[in-house]
């Protein structure tokens, strides 16, 4: 299943339109979301190391969109494209950038979506945390509602 968005998301230039459409939908009130969560530029250079479970090899190295205590977001260039989908539970080895927030951890995650359209330069991913462990949990939960901000992409 692949989700139609008509807006393209060119990091090489910063251009973050996908990003703010998903903050206008949040402060335009049709957040059907339950966590809140915080934002990344493409400055914040936030990135994420994968692997499938039971292969501790990277896999492949994305750019964190978005965290919230349920899950994340993250892209990846087309070019370098994996043969990913809905259902596929990865292990999120490390978390590092120009943030705060960062992981060491092995934290496994569900591919819940996927945004795949020809027009844009990366596939987007949403993820679901599986069996996040109790002190990760409660680290995200202080970073998120500290109201971090990078200043360049609001906290929602």
């Not at 349920?70 to 070019?79: A, K």
């Not at 995650?109 to 945390?129: P, Q």
């Amino acid at each position: 299943m692949k989700m139609r968005h008509d807006t393209a998301i060119d990091y090489s230039t910063g251009d973050l339109a996908y990003m703010e459409n998903e903050i206008n939908m949040n402060l335009e009130g049709k957040e059907r979301r339950g966590c809140k969560r915080v934002f990344y530029s493409a400055e914040d250079q936030m990135t994420g190391l994968f692997f499938f479970p039971g292969n501790n090899q990277v896999l492949l190295e994305a750019q964190i969109i978005n965290v919230s205590l349920s899950g994340l977001h993250f892209t990846i260039n087309r070019n370098k494209m994996m043969p990913l989908k809905m259902g596929d539970r990865l292990i999120l080895k490390k978390l590092f950038g120009n943030s705060p927030l960062r992981t060491d951890s092995d934290v496994e995650i569900e591919i819940k979506w996927v945004l795949d359209h020809k027009s844009m330069k990366h596939v987007g991913f949403g993820c679901e945390f599986q069996n996040l462990p109790d002190m990760i949990r409660s680290e995200l939960s202080s970073f998120i509602e500290s109201g971090w901000d990078s200043g360049n992409a609001p906290t929602q």
